[in-house]
C-alpha cells in the first residue's frame, strides 16, 4: 500500500498522510526527549522514502 503524499514538506505540516500523522502523534505524545528525537527521526526517513514516491 503506497501513500500520496501530494504536500509533504521539511517540516511538520497539517495536510500529511496517515504515516505522517501516527508521526506526528508520535512527536507531541513523547515523554522523553530521546523518544521525541526517534519519532523526528522516523518522519525525516518517510519524507525521503514520500519523495523517492513522488519521484517514480
Ligand atoms: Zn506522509
Redo the contacts with the bound molecule.
Keep these: 500500500m503506497v501513500?500520496i503524499?501530494a504536500t509533504?514538506s521539511d517540516s511538520l505540516c497539517d495536510d500529511?498522510?496517515a504515516?505522517?500523522e501516527n508521526i506526528r502523534k508520535r512527536v507531541v505524545g513523547a515523554l522523553e526527549e530521546e523518544e521525541k528525537l526517534e519519532a523526528t527521526d522516523a518522519y525525516g526517513d518517510?519524507i525521503r522514502r514520500?519523495k523517492v514516491v513522488i519521484t517514480y
Excluded: E
Design positions: 501513500q503524499h509533504h500529511v498522510c504515516t505522517c518517510h514520500a
